[in-house]
């Protein structure tokens, strides 16, 4: 079915991940056992998580196997998912292979819409530790928006009672809220606690 996004998932992987990238070079030494939206998650977890998820980034645009990649790494610094996802970003750059099936823990997608699931992982996630750690939470509405709208439509409210589905009610965004509030909490994050405790 279609969604109102661009076609080209491209630009908005580059822009995603160098947002998260220089989210992850702001993290101090003193943060990395503080709390996070993600309850199962302190920094340093979730930062070792976004690392996880750039290698499979990495492994999508290198045609390898996803799910042969941990979800949480070992390492948790900006350099290591800098230079995996900017090594995914050169090889998606003259990739053919966008309307390629390819396998991602949530199904068999083309390569195209599991490029948006994981930029929609990177924003949800990049929001996560920017509120937790006091940086701005917001990305570019320009990539934002078309993320959202995919959320919107492939993760609707009705679902998330099922027992496969990683994601909590969807909460009542502020109406001061951004783009990318509104996209963590379509994902189920309670947004205002961790708000003030980015603009303290």
């Given at each position: 079915m279609a969604i109102d996004q661009p076609a080209d998932p491209r630009p908005a992987y580059a822009a995603a991940t160098t947002w998260v990238a220089?989210?992850?070079?702001?993290?101090?030494?003193?943060?990395?056992?503080?709390?996070?939206?993600?309850d199962e998650f302190d920094v340093r977890t979730l930062m070792r998580h976004l690392i996880?998820?750039?290698?499979?980034?990495?492994?999508?645009?290198e045609g390898t196997d996803i799910l042969a990649v941990p979800p949480?790494?070992?390492?948790?610094?900006?350099?290591?998912?800098?230079?995996?996802?900017?090594?995914?970003?050169?090889?998606?750059?003259?990739?053919?292979?966008?309307?390629?099936?390819?396998?991602?823990?949530?199904?068999?997608?083309p390569l195209a819409a599991a490029l948006w699931g994981y930029i929609s992982e990177a924003l949800t996630h990049?929001?996560?530790?920017?509120?937790?750690?006091?940086?701005?939470?917001?990305?570019?509405?320009?990539?934002?928006?078309?993320?959202?709208?995919?959320a919107r439509?492939?993760?609707?409210?009705?679902?998330?009672?099922?027992?496969?589905?990683?994601?909590?009610?969807?909460?009542e965004p502020r109406a001061e809220a951004g783009l990318t509030e509104r996209l963590a909490n379509w994902t189920g994050r309670t947004s205002a606690n961790w708000i003030q405790v980015a603009a303290s």
């Open positions: 220089d989210l992850l070079a702001g993290v101090t030494d003193t943060q990395l056992d503080g709390p996070t939206p993600c996880g998820t750039g290698k499979r980034g990495l492994a999508l645009a949480i790494d070992d390492r948790h610094d900006a350099a290591t998912y800098a230079e995996a996802t900017g090594r995914a970003v050169e090889l998606l750059a003259g990739s053919s292979r966008l309307g390629e099936i390819v396998t991602v823990p949530w199904g068999q997608v990049g929001w996560d530790l920017a509120v937790a750690t006091g940086q701005n939470s917001e990305a570019d509405p320009a990539i934002v928006e078309p993320t959202l709208a995919a439509q492939f993760i609707p409210a009705e679902i998330r009672t099922l027992d496969d589905i990683p994601f909590g009610p969807v909460v």
